[in-house]
Structure formats: structure tokens, C-alpha cells
């Protein structure tokens, strides 16, 4: 006869994993969904007028242009490099500000290579001098900035993700310190998720490792609806990712007070 396992907490662990699962798994579901309804979106395959391909058109010349420009800059200037001391940023992509802009293939593999496939998604980066050429490459899509540590420390606790065991679910929460001492205790020491916010604020020898291992953090999308208070958010998150667009090669990233920032997206 098989003992029941009564400690009240052990129980209660169970319940609430199974419940978490339970939510992920719903939450799963919901994405799947909205991603195949757009994929069979029948808006798709309207008709697209003269003057919106026209515009389309121009604004690829223009960024197929700045794109050049940026590569042309960096190629010429390899000769005289001068390292700089590398810093932490966290880099969010945001949706094109102009409806019509399609992202150059240049820049979307920028993009998979950053794990930012998605917009309001966003990760850590340590900012090297080849980094900081590909954040350039894809500057229109991007808001950045140095995060300081509550902000990384409220990243953590609200939006970090990591590799799930469940095959329905690509990535699960990361609230225990039991995951991360399975990962990194043997090989890195790390035995709770403090390390992790240290190793990544400090730019730690294993950034490279943690940083790859959590998922992209998944913010909120910006403010909907016509409301008093949301107009005032909206206008809000739009004035933060304004920036003007230059076709020079040696402009540099613009940087925001992604503190700030962070505060309304998570």
C-alpha cells in the first residue's frame, strides 16, 4: 500500500507548481492562438493601394541607405578601434514607428541573433564594440539603455523565464532558487537566483552563460484603448521611443532612461 506523502507543505508546493503549470499551459494555448489567427488573418491579402507602395518603397531606399552607411563607418574606422569599458544595457524592441516600414533582412537576423524575434520583448547585453555595431544596425526598432539594479532585481522577480521540461511549454517562470542551483551549482557554483541578478548587474565572467539561459524577458504592450488615462500613457510610451532617424554612419545608439521605462512596461 503506497504512503501518502501529509506534510502540509509538501502539499501545498504541489498545488500551487500544478496550478503555476496549469496557468502557463492556458497562457500557451492563448498565444498559439492568436498567432494562428493572424497567420489566417484575411486582412492580409487586401488590396494594398499605389501611394502605400510607393511609400513602402522609399522608406526601404532610406534604410537600406543608413544600414549602408553604418556598416561603410564601422569598416573604415577598424584600423584606429579604441576599446571602450563594457557596460550593461537592456535592449527592448519596439514595433517600426512608421506603419509602413519594413525591417531589412539585415537587421531581422540582428534580431535572431539577439533572441528579440518578437516586439516588447527584451534582453541583457554586455556592450562591446561589435555589439554596439549591430544595436546601429537595428537602432529604428530598438529603445536602450543602463539598467540599474532594482530594475534588474524587479526584471527578475516579475518577467524571468527559463527552458521549461514541459513540451507544450517552451519556457516556465523562474521563482525558485531550486532551478538555478540545477543548472549552474556543479559547474559555476550559482545556488540561488541572487547570483543571477549579481553575475548579470556586475557583467560577470559567466554573463554569457546566464544571460543565455533565461528567455527573453516578455514585457507589456504598450497602453490600448481611448480613455482619459490611456491617451496619457500612450502619448507617454511614444515621446520615450521617438528618436530621429540619420543616415550617418558615425551616429551613435541614443540611449534612454530604460529605469523609467520599465517602470510602465512591466
Not at 125 to 145: D, H, R, S
Not at 225 to 236: N, Q, S
Amino acid at each position: 500500500m503506497a504512503i501518502l506523502d501529509s506534510n502540509p507543505e509538501v502539499l501545498l508546493r504541489k498545488r500551487k507548481d500544478a496550478d503555476r503549470k496549469r496557468i502557463e499551459k492556458q497562457e500557451a494555448a492563448r498565444v498559439r492562438k492568436e498567432r494562428a489567427e493572424k497567420k489566417n488573418d484575411p486582412r492580409k491579402t487586401r488590396f494594398v493601394r499605389a501611394e502605400t507602395l510607393s511609400v513602402r518603397n522609399a522608406l526601404a531606399k532610406i534604410e537600406k541607405k543608413r544600414i549602408e552607411s553604418v556598416l561603410r563607418h564601422e569598416k573604415s574606422k577598424r584600423l584606429d578601434h579604441t576599446e571602450t569599458e563594457p557596460k550593461l544595457l537592456f535592449v527592448i524592441r519596439i514595433k517600426p514607428q512608421n506603419v509602413h516600414t519594413r525591417i531589412p533582412e539585415t537587421a531581422l537576423n540582428v534580431f535572431k541573433v539577439m533572441r528579440l524575434n518578437e516586439p516588447n520583448t527584451g534582453v541583457f547585453i554586455k556592450a562591446i564594440p561589435t555589439i554596439m555595431v549591430a544595436l546601429k544596425v537595428i537602432a529604428p526598432y530598438i529603445v536602450v539603455g543602463t539598467p540599474s539594479l532594482a530594475s534588474v532585481r524587479h526584471l527578475f522577480q516579475k518577467r524571468a523565464e527559463i527552458p521549461s521540461s514541459d513540451p507544450e511549454l517552451p519556457y516556465t517562470k523562474l521563482d525558485n532558487n531550486d532551478d538555478v542551483e540545477k543548472k549552474f551549482g556543479d559547474n559555476l557554483g550559482f545556488i540561488c537566483i541572487e547570483d543571477l541578478i549579481h553575475e548579470i548587474f556586475s557583467l560577470g565572467p559567466h554573463f554569457k552563460e546566464v544571460s543565455r539561459w533565461l528567455a527573453p524577458y516578455r514585457l507589456k504592450a504598450p497602453t490600448r484603448g481611448w480613455g482619459a488615462i490611456e491617451r496619457i500613457e500612450r502619448m507617454r510610451f511614444e515621446e520615450a521611443i521617438k528618436k530621429p532617424v540619420t543616415l550617418a554612419g558615425h551616429a551613435k545608439v541614443q540611449e534612454i532612461d530604460i529605469d523609467k521605462f520599465l517602470e510602465e512596461q512591466t
